[in-house]
T-cell receptor, first 114, second 114 residues
């Protein structure tokens, strides 16, 4: 089946540093989504992307829908302690025929060092 | 609005026991989903429903059953609990298919099978 390769698996950064993570796929996607999960909670949507080349910001977060429609990245600028969590990319493809079209990456675990 | 509510939050089961994880949403969403999250493995779809009376298997349905008698509720049943079912379970909902609208997740139910 389709898979999303999300990298890196985990990151250890200093507070104030910028963060970059990405997702790639061998298939074309129509929608890219980025979620954040904090400990003990369910994932919460950060950014949704619907068009190839689209660049969208949400505060210090910026995400882009790759031109090839096979990748997406998420950047976090000037990280702060509350950015800690697991970030998931998710993709949706019209090429599949079932309603469970959305696929999740394995997540990037972000740690911020004091 | 409560959004998506899951109960219980934590549960320990013995091998062979059965139990039901409850999920309710008050957003009048047609689509509901059950995912399981294992460490480092992202989210895997167990079952989903596109409306009351309609359910379908996801990627990892074995060992589970669901029902959707109302729009609001989507319980997940484990008939004979096995250690492999130790995981965190998330229920989610969306107004229409997961590609057109983003998923709203519950806070999760952590299940341990000993």
């Amino acid at each position: 089946g389709q898979q999303l390769n999300q990298s890196p698996q985990s990151m250890f950064i200093q507070e104030g540093e910028d963060v970059s993570m990405n997702c790639t796929s061998s298939s074309i996607f129509n929608t890219w989504l980025w979620y954040k999960q904090e400990p003990g909670e369910g994932p919460v949507l950060l950014i949704a992307l619907y068009k190839a080349g689209e660049l969208t910001s949400n505060g210090r977060l910026t995400a882009q829908f790759g031109i090839t429609r096979k990748d997406s990245f998420l950047n976090i600028s000037a990280s702060i302690p509350s950015d800690v969590g697991i970030y998931f990319c998710a993709g949706y493809s019209l090429e599949m025929n079932r309603d469970d079209k959305i696929i999740f990456g394995k997540g990037t675990r972000l740690h911020i060092l004091p | 609005n409560a959004g998506v509510t899951q109960t219980p939050k934590f549960r320990i089961l013995k091998i062979g026991q059965s139990m039901t994880l409850q999920c309710a949403q008050d957003m009048n969403h047609n689509y509901m989903y059950w995912y399981r999250q294992d460490p480092g493995m992202g989210l895997k779809l167990i079952y989903y429903s596109v409306g009351a009376g309609i359910t379908d298997k996801g990627e990892v349905p074995n060992g589970y059953n669901v029902s959707r008698s109302t729009t609001e509720d989507f319980p997940l049943r484990l008939e004979l609990a096995a250690p492999s079912q130790t995981s965190v379970y998330f229920c989610a909902s969306s107004p229409t298919s997961s590609g057109a609208n983003v998923l709203t997740f519950g806070a999760g139910s952590r299940l341990t099978v000993l």
